[in-house]
């Protein structure tokens, strides 16, 4: 029990930044198109636009922290080896779910559009993660040495913030069928292309190792105030660079080393508060929590209460988006929280009452739906 104690901070850090994820989605979608050109937007679309980061980093983080002393286990292939690779693929199924308009390949490919199927193959925030952690995973299982593993996801992190740049230039849609060009670029509609996402994910991982490195030392506590020291400083430091040396504004999204720098320095300092809270509130159960443990529910269903088409082909956001105001944004947010919140919490004391049963539900739900999805008229 002292163990999950010690690592809640990882849980909390990944539940605020779906808390925030929620904000996000609702003001980008709803608020009235004339607000986003203020000051205040741009701003608030920065802080906004760490959620990313914030999100992939702590996947990575959490990956090693779940792996760590079970990789012989993971190499019999037996049910702890097939437990972490269905968890990977339900998150990479998840992302693609939600770009679906219909539960059904057949229409899919025959009676919708171009544009429908090219938002279909998109690469959203899911399946970076789902990809990146399958990298991880099988990386992991290749490497029988931990330093050679740590090198290696070491090495890839700084070729995914170098090779970002040429990625973003190139059309890989020339050299391969978009579903798998989507995966290098934003050319094609892909919101969270590996590169240079897949940094932060990696990032993750290594900063991870370090931190286990140090707790195992005694010395946790050193470890924390030092990466808050760095991160703050990396923050600072991007700032005045794209300020006054590469001259593009802080808070556009560009394949590029001091982006990913100075977002990753405020990731380690909202990663050390987030320790520090829990080290000072002895934290065990909160709301925040709660979302952060049940991650991947609350960000897909969220987002399919935001965008599913339910009724005469209508969404909440085509028929609402662009017109609310601030205090309808923020209503809307605290409303759609608090029911991710609620659910969150019923899930998460669900599945701990009836592991085996939550496990099969589950195991069977998304079974039905790719089925139907397979063969469905």
Not at 53 to 74: W, Y
Not at 83 to 101: C, D, V
Request: hydrophobic share 55%; net charge positive.
């Amino acid at each position: 029990m002292k163990e999950k104690v010690r690592f809640i901070f990882v849980d909390l850090l990944r539940g605020w930044a779906l808390l925030v994820m929620i904000e996000v989605h609702i003001f980008n979608v709803f608020l009235l198109p004339a607000l986003k050109d203020t000051s205040w937007f741009k701003a608030l679309n920065f802080i906004n636009g760490l959620v990313a980061p914030s999100f992939l980093f702590i996947s990575g983080f959490a990956f090693v922290l779940s792996t760590r002393g079970k990789t012989e286990d993971l190499r019999k292939f037996d049910y702890a080896f097939w437990k972490k690779l269905g968890r990977i693929f339900l998150i990479i199924i998840a992302g693609y779910s939600l770009h679906l308009p219909i539960l059904s390949l057949r229409r899919l490919m025959h009676f919708y559009s171009q544009d429908v199927l090219i938002s279909f193959y998109n690469v959203d925030i899911l399946e970076c993660i789902g990809f990146g952690l399958l990298f991880l995973f099988l990386t992991r299982l290749l490497f029988k040495t931990d330093k050679a593993y740590n090198n290696f996801i070491l090495v890839s992190t700084v070729a995914v913030i170098l090779f970002s740049p040429l990625a973003w230039q190139t059309d890989f849609s020339k050299y391969m069928i978009i579903p798998l060009a989507n995966y290098f670029n934003s050319m094609n509609g892909s919101f969270f292309p590996l590169f240079p996402w897949l940094g932060f994910l990696l990032a993750g991982a290594v900063v991870s190792k370090l931190y286990i490195e140090a707790r195992e030392k005694n010395q946790e506590k050193k470890f924390i105030i030092t990466i808050m020291i760095i991160g703050i400083s990396l923050a600072l430091l991007g700032h005045v660079l794209l300020t006054f040396i590469f001259d593009f504004p802080y808070q556009i999204v560009k394949p590029h080393p001091i982006f990913f720098f100075q977002r990753l320095g405020y990731v380690l300092f909202l990663l050390g508060l987030c320790w520090y809270y829990a080290e000072i509130r002895q934290t065990k159960t909160s709301f925040v929590l709660a979302v952060g443990r049940e991650s991947l529910l609350v960000y897909w269903l969220h987002l399919q209460i935001i965008y599913r088409r339910l009724w005469n082909d209508q969404s909440f956001a085509s028929v609402l988006g662009g017109k609310f105001g601030i205090t309808e944004c923020i209503l809307a947010t605290i409303l759609l929280a608090v029911v991710m919140v609620v659910i969150a919490k019923y899930w998460g004391r669900f599945k701990k009452s009836h592991r085996p049963l939550a496990a099969n539900l589950t195991l069977g739900l998304v079974s039905l739906c790719i089925i139907i999805f397979l063969i469905g008229f």
